[in-house]
């Protein structure tokens, strides 16, 4: 099946630095996720990219489709102490029926105050 | 609403035992299904259900079970435990297949098998 790369595996960032993390992936997808997972708890969605080339921000967020579709990163500005958590890339290919996410590893983020 | 709840929160089985582990929705979304989270690892299907009375493998469908008897609630039963079984157990739903990249996961079960 698919597979999804996402680097890196973990951060350590100064309170404030910018923070990017991407996915890469051997298969082309048509949708891109970022979610986020705090401890204990399950994943919330950050942001859905749905077209090759889009560019889309949520507050100090702001993640990419790439042009190939093969790929995506996640940026995180001027970041601050309850961005640590987890951070999953996934992504889904839409037809034939199926519309099954494919997860990376995550990244694992921890800011320093 | 309540959204996507799950229970129990930990537990602890022995290798061999049974278990289910529940889920609940209460967003009238037809679609759900079951993750398992390892460390360092991403989720992982196990199986889904696009529908009452409808349900499907996913990518670890091995050593669980589910059906789908009401739209609202979605078990997944280990009939027999096992180490490899250890990890943490998300449920999802949304209101279609189609619509899985707006899923609502739930809090996840943390499951020990001894």
């Known amino acids: 099946g698919q597979q999804l790369n996402q680097s890196p595996q973990s951060m350590f960032i100064q309170e404030g630095e910018d923070v990017s993390m991407n996915c890469t992936s051997s298969?082309?997808?048509?949708?891109w996720l970022w979610y986020k997972q705090d401890p204990g708890e399950g994943p919330v969605l950050l942001i859905a990219?749905?077209?090759?080339?889009e560019l889309t921000s949520n507050g100090r967020l702001t993640a990419q489709f790439g042009i190939t579709r093969k790929d995506s990163f996640l940026n995180i500005s001027a970041s601050i102490p309850s961005d640590v958590g987890i951070y999953f890339c996934?992504?889904?290919?839409?037809?034939?029926?199926?519309?099954?996410?494919?997860f990376g590893k995550g990244t694992k983020l921890s800011v320093i105050p | 609403n309540a959204g996507v709840t799950q229970t129990p929160k930990f537990q602890v089985l022995k290798t061999g035992q049974s278990m289910t582990l529940q889920c609940a929705q209460d967003?009238?979304?037809?679609?759900m299904s079951w993750y398992r989270q390892d460390p360092g690892m991403g989720l992982r299907l196990i199986h889904y259900?696009?529908?009452?009375?409808?349900?499907d493998q996913g990518e670890v469908p091995n050593g669980y079970n589910v059906s789908r008897s009401t739209t609202e609630d979605f078990p997944l039963r280990l009939l027999s435990a096992a180490p490899s079984q250890t990890s943490v157990y998300f449920c999802?739903?949304?209101?279609?297949?189609?619509?899985?990249?707006?899923?609502?996961f739930g809090p996840g079960t943390r499951l020990t098998v001894l």
């Open positions: 298969s082309i997808f048509n949708t």
């Open positions: 259900s696009v529908g009452a009375g409808i349900t």
């Open positions: 967003m009238n979304h037809e679609y």
């Open positions: 996934a992504g889904s290919i839409s037809g034939a029926g199926s519309y099954q996410l494919t």
């Open positions: 999802a739903s949304s209101y279609s297949d189609r619509d899985t990249d707006t899923q609502y």
């Open positions: 990219l749905y077209k090759a080339g």
